[in-house]
Structures are given as C-alpha cells and as structure tokens.
C-alpha cells in the first residue's frame, strides 16, 4: 500500500533552516507528481508546494515562494522541501502527499518556528 513516511521537523528559532525528507513506497514514485501541505494549530490543511515527475517544474504558495525549495530524488523515492528563513507562521505540521488536497499523505513532522 502507499507509504509516505516524514521527517526532519524540529523546532528552530526565526530565520532559520530546516529540510524536510519524505520516503515513499508502495507506488511508483517517479509517476506521480508530489505536494508539500501543512496544518497549522487550529486551522485547515494549506498546500505549500508541488513538483512535476521529473522535478522540472516546481509551484509554491505566495507565503513560501522564495524562501522554500522542492525537490525531488525518483532514484530514491524520496521527496525533499529546503525551508530557509523561516517565520513563526510557518509553524504547523508538513506532510507530502500524492495529491494537492493532501487526502493521500503521510502522517507528518512538526516544524515549530520560535520568534
């Protein structure tokens, strides 16, 4: 079945840096285009950003775009997101997920952002 296993949240101060893996199996990866979503305390899922097949093309929401990075390893299986200067409001749970709504994710990583 599809797997969509997270990792590399943590808590980090204001400005600074995380990257995000997620590892997947279960389907065949480099088929499918793959979205990074996340839930910030007491709000709905929001995506943040999607990547082509190939990793060629890339989409961001406006409150990330600059400062966040996708990428994709198919050999691998394994989707990134390189968050840079980060801001308290980028606090939430990420997921990656084979889909923009976020219905076909993963069970997520805490990402806290202390301003």
């Known amino acids: 079945q599809v797997q969509l296993v997270e990792s590399g949240g943590g808590l980090v101060q204001a400005g600074g840096s995380l990257r995000l893996s997620c590892a997947a199996s279960?389907?065949?990866?480099?088929?499918?285009?793959m979205y990074w979503v996340r839930q910030a305390p007491g709000k709905g899922l929001e995506w943040v950003s999607s990547?082509?097949?190939?990793?060629?093309?890339?989409g961001y929401a406006d409150s990330v775009k600059g400062r966040f990075t996708i990428s994709r390893d198919n050999a691998e299986s394994t989707l990134y997101l390189q968050m840079t200067s980060l801001k308290s409001e980028d606090t939430a749970v990420y997921y990656c997920?084979?889909?923009?709504?976020?219905?076909?994710r993963g069970q997520g990583t805490q990402v806290t952002v202390s301003s």
């Open positions: 279960g389907f065949t990866f480099g088929s499918y285009w």
């Open positions: 997920s084979r889909d923009a709504s976020g219905k076909t």
């Open positions: 990547i082509n097949t190939s990793g060629g093309r890339t």
